[in-house]
């Protein structure tokens, strides 16, 4: 399976930026996806999940209000809209897929057995 994300880039604050993550060799509606994010001397982070359909979705709580996670399952893609970026959200971001059977617990990155490479999200201030 591979994942490719793309769409990152240097952004003012209160900016926007939408990354995209196209996903091949798995059947994609078979996969939660979930986005994550690294920044310097920091640890991985959750940022969004979507489950399988897109039907429910999960953010934590520093993006709530300002990033939405939406799929196209025909694309076998799955997006993160960003919005009213702040310096603190300055980090690679990876897109990541984890098999359907598990139940909640969107926020484990151990749960996601496939991920991208990673795309850089820099908010200058």
């Known amino acids: 399976v591979q994942l490719q994300a793309s769409g990152g880039g240097l952004v003012q604050a209160g900016g926007s930026l939408r990354l995209s993550c196209a996903v091949s060799?798995?059947?994609?509606?078979?996969?939660?996806m979930g986005w994550f994010r690294q920044a310097p001397g920091k640890e991985r982070e959750f940022v969004a999940a979507?489950?399988?359909?897109?039907?429910?979705?999960y953010y934590a709580d520093s993006v709530k209000g300002r990033f939405t996670i939406s799929r196209d399952n025909s694309k076998s893609t799955v997006y993160l809209q960003m919005n009213s970026l702040k310096p603190d959200d300055t980090a690679v971001y990876y897109c990541?897929?984890?098999?359907?059977?598990?139940?909640?617990?969107?926020?484990?990155?151990?749960?996601?057995?496939?991920w991208g490479k990673g795309t850089q999200v820099t908010v200058s201030s």
């Open positions: 060799g798995r059947t994609f509606s078979s996969n939660d």
């Open positions: 979507a489950n399988w359909n897109g039907g429910n979705t």
């Open positions: 990541a897929a984890r098999p359907t059977r598990h139940i909640g617990r969107y926020y484990k990155a151990d749960l996601y057995d496939a």
